[in-house]
């Protein structure tokens, strides 16, 4: 998770990761200059240094100004400071990409939000050619749902553009 200036929405997004079914996970969390609570508000959730508990490990990385990839894990899901976790979103994830060993990236339908009454779901297509079709126009995975055999992404070369401009929410 990447975190900049995000304190009224951070304490619920790490909530619905920390209360996630699946239990053995490293959860990483990287603070980007917070100029608010932010950076207060995550380390609320530690012990001095790494907290161990309910089987996952939490750390976050504040202090360093250099790139440091990802974890050790075998799949990386992605959110942000903003988004939250159905409590089934890991397991699930897991339990696909387990099973279909021939799936890189696996992702799902998004409800859009401004807890108020605004709401909106978001569903990407699931079959091959309708994937491949979309992708002229757009995009076929939401960042919220994403969760990547590690794998086959260091395979392929691929990672994230550090160029990448990104305009917050006004």
Same mark, same amino acid.
């Given at each position: 998770?990447?975190?900049? &200036? ?6 619920? #997004?790490?909530?619905?990761?920390? &209360?996630?079914?699946? =239990? ?8 980007? +200059? ?19 508990? =309910?089987?996952?490990?939490? /750390?976050?990385?504040? +202090? ?5 990839? @990802?974890?050790? %894990?075998?799949?990386?899901? /992605? ?9 089934? =979103? ?16 696996? %992702? ?9 009454? @605004?709401?909106?779901? #978001? ?12 992708? $002229?126009?757009?995009?076929?995975? $939401? ?5 990547? /055999? +590690?794998?086959?992404?260091? /395979?392929?070369? $691929? &990672? ?11």
């Amino acid at each position: 998770m990447s975190v900049h &200036n995000a304190a009224p929405f951070l304490g619920e #997004a790490v909530d619905s990761v920390l &209360n996630q079914t699946f =239990r053995d996970f490293e959860f990483i969390i990287f603070d980007d +200059k917070s100029s608010d609570a932010s950076l207060e508000i995550l380390k609320s959730y530690l012990d001095p240094g790494l907290c161990w508990s =309910r089987m996952f490990k939490i /750390r976050i990385d504040y +202090k360093s100004d250099k790139r440091h990839g @990802y974890g050790q %894990g075998e799949y990386v899901a /992605r959110m942000d400071a903003d988004d939250l976790c159905l409590p089934h =979103r890991l397991s699930s994830q897991v339990d696909f990409l387990t099973s279909h060993t021939d799936i890189s990236v696996v %992702g799902s339908a998004v409800i859009f939000f401004d807890g108020a009454a @605004y709401e909106f779901i #978001a569903h990407q297509p699931v079959e091959h050619d309708a994937i491949k079709c979309e992708l $002229l126009f757009g995009f076929t995975m $939401l960042h919220p749902s994403v969760m990547i /055999r +590690k794998a086959d992404f260091a /395979r392929h070369s $691929l &990672n994230y553009d550090p160029h990448y401009v990104f305009f917050p929410r006004p």
